[in-house]
């Protein structure tokens, strides 16, 4: 009796515990476990979107997800205009393009990249601001989904096998060059490289058969597009913002510096920030004056390979930098949906809730000529 309660016991602490890590933040229903994200696979009403470029996409994606490219979400013209700025599109064209990749009003959607989480919090912020309610972000990504698949892990066998039979007849066809080696020798020496070729032509069965069941697979999407309305009455502009709204923070922050009520967010690297650095539509290099600097790899795990930093490590690096609850704070990066919804998604995970995208970021202010920049 004593020895199962002490076992309940156990169980009971360690279950607390998970829980304890699952939930230090304040906002719950953001993100989607990987294991949990593992069972909906293949389900209906169920859609994996991927926000890593094209290029990813087809060389590793979740079996029947479809591709939307974080940085193709947010659509500006060759001047860097958006024209229903602070939306990331116009209503009619976001209908259409989230329609043609299969999704409808009912569809729960899960946002995902390589595991970092810009890309996948691009997707979400997107989803979000036209009012779409179903829709998580899945912690760890890709990498996460392909460390639960048994498939993937005999793959992963198979292929340090297949290696060490590459290396088996390397060795053996080298020792047969010795002008040293005896006519037994060379027999035996003949015998292990066709037993090695014959292991590698059965490996190499074996891993195409493994391959047809793997969760992570390569090559195009395949959808049948569906219907998707947005109303207008169910936009959500609560996270999102247009230039000069962000105009008018920068120069309270100018005015009144870290008495401010506001903070603005440069979630990018110092490359961009300094100018030395821009991409080709972009007639100016630079960051918007007053902005803080906090790369978006501050937020992200990279060692835990997980989409964000424990809530306790986020605050430290918030907190450290004057983005406080009281402050309406503002982030973005080159196009808002990827470094800069990284950090508005980590703040709204601690509970912020004056938090917003500037959907337009550098692509637009550094278009625009009649806005301030610094070097």
């Excluded at 304040?26 to 290029?55: T, Y």
């Excluded at 919804?341 to 938090?355: D, F, P, R």
Aim: glycine share 8%.
């Amino acid at each position: 009796m004593k020895s199962l309660l002490k076992t309940l016991v156990v169980a009971a602490t360690l279950s607390l515990s998970t829980a304890a890590v699952a939930n230090d933040y304040v906002e719950k229903d953001i993100l989607i476990s990987p294991e949990e994200a593992f069972k909906l696979i293949g389900k209906d009403g169920v859609m994996f979107v991927s926000g890593d470029d094209p290029d990813i996409y087809k060389l590793g994606h979740i079996k029947g997800s479809v591709e939307m490219y974080a940085h193709h979400l947010h659509h500006s013209d060759i001047e860097g205009n958006m024209h229903c700025e602070p939306l990331y599109r116009c209503i009619d064209e976001a209908e259409a393009y989230i329609g043609s990749k299969g999704i409808d009003n009912n569809t729960l959607v899960i946002a995902y990249d390589d595991f970092k989480g810009p890309n996948a919090t691009g997707v979400y912020s997107f989803f979000t601001s036209y009012g779409h309610k179903n829709i998580k972000v899945l912690n760890g990504g890709r990498n996460a989904i392909m460390d639960l698949d048994p498939a993937q892990a005999e793959l992963n066998k198979l292929r340090d096998d297949y290696k060490k039979e590459r290396e088996v007849e390397k060795e053996a066809k080298k020792k047969l060059k010795e002008a040293s080696v005896t006519a037994d020798q060379k027999a035996a020496l003949e015998k292990v490289v066709k037993a090695s070729k014959d292991a590698q032509k059965a490996l190499k069965d074996k891993m195409a058969e493994v391959e047809t069941r793997l969760v992570v697979v390569k090559g195009d999407e395949s959808v049948t597009p569906k219907t998707y309305k947005i109303d207008q009455h169910n936009l959500d502009f609560t996270h999102i913002a247009g230039k000069e709204e962000v105009k008018h923070a920068m120069e309270d922050i100018l005015k009144n510096g870290d008495k401010s009520k506001y903070v603005i967010i440069d979630s990018r690297g110092m490359a961009e920030i300094i100018g030395e650095r821009k991409m080709d539509n972009v007639a100016r290099g630079g960051h918007i004056p007053g902005s803080k600097f906090i790369e978006w790899n501050k937020i992200s795990d990279m060692k835990n390979k997980r989409s964000f930093k424990s809530a306790q490590e986020l605050v430290e690096v918030y907190e450290k930098n004057g983005v406080t609850k009281d402050k309406t704070i503002y982030a973005y990066c080159m196009v808002g949906t990827g470094r800069g919804s990284e950090h508005i998604t980590a703040l709204k995970l601690l509970g912020y809730k004056n938090i917003k995208v500037f959907t337009g970021s550098w692509d637009v202010w550094g278009n625009d000529m009649s806005l301030p920049l610094k070097r």
